[in-house]
């Protein structure tokens, strides 16, 4: 906060906002797998309708902003809103359990905060627990949690759908589906009314028209394997717990992989495995109404990235690791990311240290082209983003090797040029090519002149220091260029490549 | 398929009995851990006797293998016979469940067909899950998705054991117990009767007597202490299921350790754990029948593995990494590969690129004899197994450093012999000798004249490269020749030592 | 044993002591998480009043012994007082279930082997299943079997609690507690009597008073939830297994984490979700009885390790990972260990192999001090705690690079002293400086004239080998200075740093 600089200033507006953003409207949206606070504040309108609920989940978010900054001393990182949505959802899970109960007032305060304290630290284990690995936590604390506390009031979820007046839902033909949807749809926010339904639907649906399009897959497929299973003869009262088939759908097809054809298979599939899911969860608990709670949704999830994130395996399908992007936008941006460094051949590391930027990318502008398109040239981001002038100069800085290899051919006299004067006669400038393990080429170019510090013959690892960053040869500004060629000899057509440490961040 | 090549020809018979044996009788073996065909064929012999689970078995696995092409794009694996007998058991047991529902065709193809697909699912679950580990993912995906039949139809398997006229098994004095024996064999196969159970037993008995030794002992101890636990005053109705202390005894006593006194003392543990298993799981699950499904023998294995798979334990037990071989075969190439190049002493890297061969070991003919016999000759391995004079030659290739260490002695000026002489005057010819951090020597010899390009007090590591193979010294044909030694001397006394990374392949 | 160089000489009493010690003792304390062999005297006395019992423990000890006998073959480990502990416990489970049963003589014999066993082998599954993590295998293989055999004995507990004449517990005001703490205590040892629970108190007390009220506090919050949720309605009948409450409290408010105002905290809310995991585990498994075994503990302890043991969380909550010691020592020993080689800055390795002591660490006499206080003076440790003279001298062992960085500035011609005099006109001797990725300058000072292999702008990694220890400078006795800089020139200002690879050693 910049505010606290002058003392006699209010917080501006825009502060207010933001604040409100990051507690109590983002939670929310993150429900539904979205980053958006307007569409935590469309969710916020909707949860107004049941006051009392309203008014817990204020409650519990504020108290674990204030439980985030006690624990925030030091440089220790607060709690993210996947963590917020946790603890909501376990204070209002006690709150919906205990409205039939008529347990004293202070009583009741105290089961919430416990109940939220015991999210907070249920999140906590499985931030450790999935750490390494590329699951999310997403509803798993918020599970574990109501799974203890459908096993302490076995007929709590009934008794509480009954005092809270909700609506039974029977699927007699299928004229019924879309009535059904809606109510589920309401479910997400404890309110399974058409209303609440409809607006939480296209709250979805304006977000990301992706996300909605799979969740609805996920859901067809879910209900008709639901039904199939009621023709075998099962009984799986299974149409308010189906929100759990859309949830499905939407993470595994248009949220935790990129959207697209395939994605779509993917949620059919989920929400034919939800419904499983769903259908043996309801016949082993029983009556305890466990499985309304979000678990099918918890086991697809999960089986599902364990089962496809697998590089072997189903070659296209694609992870998005930024999940709380828009779905398009992260396809987008995917897209444009391998189109401008590939996405196959040698892996190599980025040969500077700090931040970097490719400035010239795969089969791009000017020199990158025809039989050279595979090569980049990095140099130090923007500054600013959109101040084209502002980049700190690479001139000098210390280059490391690429790939672990043998130094092939060296060359150590060409003079560096005056900033904005390029040198035709010799393209390359200072440059070394290394021999990798797999047989591929690596040139990289413009050193400095005199820098370059390692000798044909020798063998260099990510950690060999090889020269400094120079502006020889055909270059105008200091800048290291990288290509794998096919060949030893400098200029020789080149091959596709990775990045192995590139990370794209905002702007470039 | 050379057969593409030309367009009239037709497949030959020899082509189609590999697909066969990769489609249809691989997978079938697999069920009883075996890699024959042969045994899958005797297998597939005995399931003709049910034409229904038949007929189901061949469709499961003519689906998977179309599933596989169809993921195949690209350079991806397909499904291995694990997985492939994975979806089968999952098929056949929505088949056998099915059985006395009437259900309609229709509704019974999608029902199988679903299992298929669920039962692969899993299976890249459990291969994901059990990647980094020692664990075989072998049956666990079929125990979950008959845990999760077994819960949608509480009574399905009883209910399907009357409609296929399983016969009761009940064991009153000792006498009963070798009918007890075949009847729960011919389980495996859904087929509860005396000759299913010889025939299959004759089956695992002739491809490695071993394995039925070890599930012999199994089944007998897990039969006592079954019936131990009848006479504590439990009701475990155990028969039908002791085919798992079959299993788990033929697991862990011969397939995945392997065979010998020990393995069969671990064959009656395995025994008595997985008795134990199945009572709880009896007593757990009540009358589900889950029991009757391998999910005792799942257990039994998987603890087993992770108990006993510790090299600080049990010195002298050791694991068939190389499973689907005969258990008697993998013993002695075991035995043969711990003669040929030791199992203990300092751990070295191979010190060169690609495929090599061991071409004289620890305590061969003609030199490595006696105070030196710990010392390993490489040469490219032969091209084609038999043709004797197919090795590539290694000369010229780089040598890397097989240890972490200190450079202490070169020679570097005696010149290569031509092919098929020896200079018996400068027996090690070039050679170098490195210090490691264990304080042992160890020696490279035979390097190309000139070529060392390390010096003494030079620290190396695996990625230095050392020299290049030559064919200096005592040595006909160039090859590379390390050994460890007690003190810094060229030619002191040897250690043993092991090689990191060294895999044996057919033939050498 | 020196006693079997000498044939006839009998076991001295001290032998016999400590023999003792090891085998019947303090595996016997580590039930109450404690090291001492006194403490684990006292509670076999206590055991005694149960004469079946002692027995039963006396054989279950003597045989894991035989066992653990049988498999050291070779140079492998032994059991440790933990596993020892989870057999015994399994042993005397086992007897107390079989109390009321009336078997033959010999199954109960045969059992409570096979129980034995079991235990043992769930120890090694456990011991391997957490090999890599930081939780200890404390109670689960116990639990495991403790599970199994509630399941197979469904009313098995509460029989035996008859059987043996066990006391009713009940609350029915605040008065009642006392009462009920000291019977519950008392369960550690399956005898509920105020005494017993009072004889244990005082032991745990005399041992850790920190370890007392970490666990006081753990109980009294574990009880508080326990009747809230019986006034909720609920009926947990919980008193009998509240000693979970004091195990959790006392688990991670003082012995896993290091004692202290914060573990107070911990220990309340270990108490709090303790009460509530058992609650969930006595609705959930109802009158099995299983809930009056560690169960509740384990999970308090596994789920609050993970939670807890987070760097980024909680900043000040220091682990004790040799959580045998006493609290007390162990805080001790921890406070000092930072004050004497810090806790923030630079992680860099030691730059020596083998054993080495700090001889004069952070903010030490006589030159650590002021703006040079962040430094540290390696030597080898003493050979014999006290023996002041018994230093093996460090000189011409080699120093590694104790980071990744590169060399900036280097001395290399600086004569060595005599033993004992100083050169006080060149300070810092034979040096270099390094610069490290982290943008600080390490100085490593008094190396041996013209050892210094590296030269200014070399890169350098932990396996490069720098140069020599000597005793040049101002330097009496060999040694090793290590500092980190807040600049390049030698003796500029120091900043923490911390080792990645000491632990402390008794004495120094």
Chains 1, 2, 3 share one sequence.
């Not at 809103?81 to 109960?101: D, H, I, Y």
């Not at 296209?316 to 398009?328: A, K, Y």
């Not at 990095?378 to 790939?403: D, K």
Request: aromatic share 12%; proline share 8%; charged share 10%.
């Amino acid at each position: 906060m910049e505010a606290s600089s002058t003392e006699n200033q209010f917080p501006t507006p825009r502060q207010i906002m933001s604040v409100a953003a990051k507690l109590y409207l983002r939670p929310l949206a993150s429900i539904l797998l979205i980053g958006s606070a307007w569409v935590g504040a469309g969710m916020w309108i909707l949860l107004l309708q049941e006051p009392l609920m309203a008014v817990v989940a204020f409650l519990a978010l504020s108290i674990v902003e204030i439980i985030s900054q006690i624990m925030a001393r030091g440089d220790v990182a607060t709690f993210g809103p996947l963590t917020r949505a946790n603890a909501l959802l376990c204070s209002l899970a006690a709150a919906f359990l205990m409205g039939p109960m008529n347990l004293p007032f202070l009583l009741q305060v105290v089961i919430m905060f416990g109940a939220l304290c015991v999210g907070l630290y249920f999140t906590l284990i499985f931030r450790r627990l999935l750490r390494n690995t590329s699951l999310p936590p997403i509803i798993l604390p918020y599970t574990v949690l109501a799974a203890m506390m459908a096993i302490l009031l076995p007929h709590g979820m009934s008794n509480s759908a009954q005092y809270f007046g909700w609506p039974v839902v029977e699927v007699v033909s299928f004229i019924d589906l879309p009535g059904v949807f809606l109510k589920t749809m309401g479910g997400f926010l404890y309110s399974p009314w058409l209303l609440s339904g409809a607006v939480i639907s296209v709250l979805i649906f304006v977000w990301s028209p992706a996300m909605f399009l799979a969740g609805m897959i996920g859901w067809i497929v879910g209900a008709l394997t639901s039904m199939g299973l009621v023709t075998s003869g099962l009984d799986p009262y299974w149409p308010p717990a189906s929100y759990n088939f859309f949830l499905s759908g939407m993470a595994l097809g248009a949220v935790f992989f990129l959207p697209g054809l395939r994605g779509m298979v993917i949620a059919a599939f989920a929400g034919m495995i939800c419904a499983l899911f769903a259908a043996v969860l309801r016949v082993y608990a029983g009556p305890s109404g466990i499985v309304y709670f979000p678990i099918p949704f918890g086991l697809t999830l999960i089986s599902g990235i364990l089962a496809l994130d697998n590089p072997a395996f189903a070659p296209g399908l694609r992870r998005n690791l930024d999940w709380f992007e828009r779905p398009e936008d992260a396809w987008i941006k995917d897209a444009w990311t391998r189109r401008r460094w590939g996405e196959q051949g040698e892996l190599l590391a980025i040969p500077l240290v700090g931040p970097v930027a490719v400035v010239q990318g795969f089969d791009s502008k000017p020199s990158h082209r025809g039989a050279w398109k595979h090569a980049l040239d990095f140099q130090r981001p923007l500054v600013a983003p959109g101040e084209r002038r502002g980049r700190p100069s690479l001139f000098g800085e210390p280059v490391y090797s690429p790939a672990i290899g043998e130094v092939v051919e060296t060359r150590n006299n060409v003079a560096d040029n005056p900033p904005g004067k390029a040198n035709y006669g010799d393209n390359w400038g200072n440059y070394l090519v290394l021999r990798t393990g797999a047989g591929n080429h690596v040139l990289l170019a413009h050193f400095m002149q005199g820098s370059i510090a390692v000798a044909p013959r020798q063998w260099v690892d990510y950690t060999t220091y090889l020269g400094a960053v120079g502006n020889s040869g055909r270059s105008t500004v200091s800048h290291l260029h990288m290509q794998v060629q096919a060949g030893s000899e400098p200029g020789a057509p080149t091959k596709p490549f990775r990045l192995a440490n590139y990370h794209t961040f905002g702007g470039e």
